[in-house]
């Protein structure tokens, strides 16, 4: 009578493990969407930003001129570091419960199903790449172009670049 009961659990315990690998896909596949989304809208306010710098010319506030393509760029860096945030401290995490659920379960799988070690080898293989875990991967990404951003912001605002007439 008990082995049928083992059989019932174990399949029970592989398709729980099954729905938390669905789970993470669905937690890396908003990732992998929230960037591609923060790449398009940033895009977008760049190449604003480019014809705002060729055309149109300065704004002035509180007696202050400064061009009108850092506004655009101004606006690219709140929208990106707000990508950033909602990318890194929200969805990451919830991927990453979702990783250490499925480390767990897969831990408890172990002594059944030696094979079942998905969880783990994405995990060192992650790790392996660059010498580095997701979350700095996701750093350097955001950090990167914010650092581009920063530098196109200032040269517009101390008029570095400029727009022959």
């Given at each position: ?5 083992t ?18 896909m669905?937690?890396?596949d ?11 809208i940033?895009?977008v306010l ?7 710098h060729?055309?149109?010319?300065h704004i002035?506030l509180?007696s ?5 393509a850092?506004?655009?760029?101004g606006?690219?860096i ?22 250490h659920?499925?480390?767990?379960i897969?831990e408890?799988?172990s002594?059944?199903?030696?094979e079942?070690?998905?969880a783990?080898s ?5 790790h392996s790449?660059?010498?580095m ?8 990404f ?6 581009v951003?920063?530098i196109a ?7 570095v ?5």
């Amino acid at each position: 009578m008990d082995a049928p009961t083992t059989s019932v659990d174990l399949s029970t315990r592989i398709d729980v493990w099954k729905k938390v690998v669905d789970v993470q896909m669905h937690f890396n596949d908003l990732c992998l969407r929230i960037r591609s989304f923060a790449v398009s809208i940033l895009g977008v306010l760049l190449g604003s930003a480019a014809v705002a710098h060729r055309f149109a010319g300065h704004i002035e506030l509180f007696s202050y001129k400064f061009p009108t393509a850092t506004l655009f760029i101004g606006i690219s860096i709140v929208v990106w570091s707000a990508f950033y945030v909602m990318d890194r401290y929200w969805y990451h995490e919830l991927l990453k419960g979702a990783v250490h659920h499925g480390l767990k379960i897969e831990e408890n799988l172990s002594s059944d199903i030696s094979e079942i070690n998905l969880a783990n080898s994405i995990r060192e293989q992650s790790h392996s790449s660059l010498h580095m875990n997701a979350a700095k991967k996701l750093h350097l990404f955001y950090l990167a172009i914010l650092f581009v951003q920063l530098i196109a912001f200032f040269a517009l605002m101390f008029n570095v670049v400029t727009v022959p007439s």
